[in-house]
């Protein structure tokens, strides 16, 4: 079967446009969370509800779950997290819109993974579950909504997108700005060849650098307050230090993918999605002070940095032709050249960090089985070139890319940095 990333190398720009203005139009959806959302009316009926369940849900799983549960087709039923704290608070939330005490909590994913009747599963855990997390997922037979980044290495993107193409499940990483309407519009400008012939494609990226240190141990709290050893899962092991489950293990390699993927896995998917480059890879990669700076097989530009923006917000991307030129970002508004490009609407009202577009394609695609936005194949390669790019940062060199391969053409030491050591049991 061919994959959605091959389908996309082949998408003449008529349908390409058409795909984008289909995205344009998902942008209104209800304010107030319904009682039906959780099963509390015949508002629809029980064979279009989608069921689902979340895996590690904090602070932005839960603003996630709180866009999932808009939506009147969904019911959420169980939560499963290493946190006491946060299992009670999923379950306080969902108990009090359904008006029962229905939802279960879990510690063990396997046990929530194997309710036969659940549909799908937002994760929102830290960066180093997700691809363990998705993939354990999609053998269990669940569709996913993951938050991003996606995985920690090139070896685990792959393996990602492998099992969701294996499993024929679908998949949609939490990269929502494809889904928001500046970075809609934006690309679509590219795709209509508005800004001319595409030379340079700009990523708003953080500092690269990681912490190969840790924190100094602390006594261990009881395993159903905070299971450590779950919360460590496929990392190395490490003393618990109630510091990393309060958000502080950004930042530590053994956890964190550094800054290039932070906002890269948003940013250089944009880049990707605008060039329509989704099904390859840059083929070069030069590390530029705190950036990268990297080169297509067709001489095509991306350069990730973070410094030079224009102050549009978070996560801009800045996309140069020929005949003109866009910048944008997370506030909605754009800057744009010539401004014979600029239509009425100056400002988009949705945020860059709003997932509520990107959840509605994402249950849209789990009742047509038809790729997601941000589905296991895209996301696989975006995240490819932000873990390819760290690792040219971490080496001070340039490096040299074969992108049907996803490995360096001759750089040993880059290779083996391709994958990461897991700790036993987990394996992908």
Same mark, same amino acid.
């Given at each position: 079967?061919?994959?959605?990333?091959?389908?996309?190398?082949?998408?003449? $720009?008529?349908?390409?446009?058409?795909?984008?203005?289909?995205?344009?139009?998902?942008?209104?959806?209800?304010?107030?969370?319904?009682?039906?959302?959780?099963? $509390?009316?015949?508002?629809?009926?029980?064979?279009?509800?989608?069921?689902? +369940?979340?895996? +590690? &849900?904090?602070?932005?799983?839960? @603003?996630?779950?709180?866009?999932?549960?808009?939506?009147?087709?969904?019911?959420?039923?169980?939560?499963?997290?290493?946190?006491?704290?946060?299992?009670?608070?999923?379950?306080?939330?969902?108990?009090?819109?359904?008006?029962?005490? #229905?939802?279960?909590?879990?510690?063990?994913?396997?046990?929530?993974?194997?309710?036969?009747?659940?549909?799908?599963?937002?994760?929102?855990?830290?960066?180093?579950?997700?691809? !363990?997390?998705?993939?354990?997922?999609?053998?269990?037979?669940?569709?996913?909504?993951?938050?991003?980044?996606?995985? !920690?290495?090139?070896?685990?993107?792959?393996? =990602?997108?492998?099992?969701?193409?294996?499993?024929?499940?679908?998949?949609?990483?939490?990269?929502?700005?494809?889904?928001?309407?500046?970075?809609? %519009?934006?690309?679509?400008?590219?795709?209509?060849?508005? &800004?001319?012939?595409?030379?340079?494609?700009?990523?708003?990226?953080?500092?690269?650098?990681?912490?190969?240190?840790?924190?100094?141990?602390?006594?261990?709290?009881?395993? #159903?307050?905070?299971?450590?050893? !779950?919360? =460590?899962?496929?990392?190395?092991?490490?003393?618990?230090?109630?510091?990393?489950?309060? @958000?502080?293990?950004? +930042?530590?390699?053994? %956890?964190?993918?550094? @800054?290039?993927?932070?906002?890269?896995?948003?940013?250089?998917?944009?880049?990707?999605?605008?060039?329509?480059? /989704?099904?390859?890879?840059?083929?070069?990669?030069?590390?530029?002070?705190?950036?990268?700076?990297?080169?297509?097989?067709? @001489?095509?530009?991306?350069?990730?940095? #973070?410094?030079?923006?224009?102050? =549009?917000?978070?996560?801009?991307? $800045?996309?140069?032709?020929?005949?003109?030129?866009?910048?944008?970002?997370?506030?909605?508004? %754009?800057?744009?050249?010539?401004?014979?490009?600029?239509?009425?609407?100056?400002?988009?009202?949705?945020?860059?960090? #709003?997932?509520?577009?990107?959840?509605?394609?994402?249950?849209?695609?789990?009742?047509?089985?038809?790729?997601?936005?941000?589905?296991?194949?895209?996301?696989?390669?975006?995240?490819?070139?932000?873990?390819?790019?760290?690792?040219?940062?971490?080496?001070?060199?340039?490096?040299?890319?074969?992108?049907?391969?996803?490995?360096?053409?001759?750089? /040993?030491?880059?290779?083996? !940095?391709?994958?990461?050591?897991?700790?036993?049991?987990?394996?992908?």
């Amino acid at each position: 079967m061919a994959t959605a990333s091959h389908h996309q190398s082949l998408l003449p $720009r008529r349908r390409f446009l058409k795909s984008m203005a289909k995205a344009s139009a998902i942008f209104a959806l209800p304010h107030i969370i319904p009682g039906s959302a959780l099963g $509390r009316s015949n508002t629809v009926a029980p064979s279009e509800r989608i069921v689902l +369940g979340g895996l +590690g &849900l904090g602070g932005r799983g839960t @603003g996630d779950l709180s866009d999932f549960l808009r939506n009147p087709d969904v019911q959420f039923v169980a939560i499963c997290d290493v946190r006491k704290e946060r299992r009670l608070a999923i379950k306080k939330m969902a108990d009090q819109l359904s008006g029962n005490q #229905d939802c279960a909590m879990y510690r063990d994913m396997h046990e929530i993974l194997g309710r036969t009747d659940i549909d799908a599963m937002l994760i929102a855990t830290g960066d180093r579950w997700h691809t !363990m997390a998705s993939i354990t997922a999609a053998r269990a037979g669940k569709d996913v909504y993951c938050e991003k980044p996606c995985s !920690m290495t090139i070896a685990e993107s792959r393996a =990602l997108a492998d099992t969701f193409r294996k499993y024929d499940r679908i998949y949609q990483a939490g990269t929502q700005r494809r889904s928001i309407g500046n970075f809609i %519009f934006a690309t679509g400008l590219v795709a209509a060849g508005k &800004l001319g012939k595409l030379h340079t494609v700009h990523a708003n990226t953080l500092p690269p650098a990681t912490s190969h240190q840790w924190l100094p141990g602390e006594p261990e709290p009881a395993k #159903d307050d905070v299971d450590w050893d !779950m919360w =460590l899962g496929p990392c190395p092991w490490r003393p618990y230090n109630s510091q990393y489950i309060r @958000g502080g293990w950004r +930042g530590f390699f053994d %956890f964190h993918g550094g @800054g290039i993927l932070e906002w890269g896995a948003h940013t250089v998917d944009l880049c990707q999605w605008a060039a329509q480059k /989704d099904h390859t890879t840059p083929v070069e990669f030069v590390p530029e002070g705190s950036g990268v700076h990297a080169t297509y097989a067709d @001489g095509l530009k991306l350069v990730m940095r #973070d410094e030079g923006w224009m102050g =549009l917000g978070t996560c801009s991307v $800045r996309y140069e032709g020929d005949e003109g030129w866009i910048e944008t970002g997370d506030s909605g508004n %754009f800057a744009i050249h010539p401004e014979s490009l600029r239509t009425e609407q100056t400002v988009f009202r949705q945020a860059g960090t #709003d997932p509520s577009t990107h959840i509605r394609n994402f249950l849209n695609c789990i009742k047509t089985r038809q790729p997601a936005n941000s589905n296991a194949d895209v996301a696989a390669r975006s995240h490819v070139v932000s873990h390819a790019a760290y690792i040219a940062w971490q080496l001070g060199r340039t490096l040299k890319f074969n992108p049907l391969t996803e490995a360096f053409i001759d750089d /040993d030491e880059a290779n083996r !940095m391709r994958s990461r050591a897991l700790r036993a049991p987990w394996r992908l």
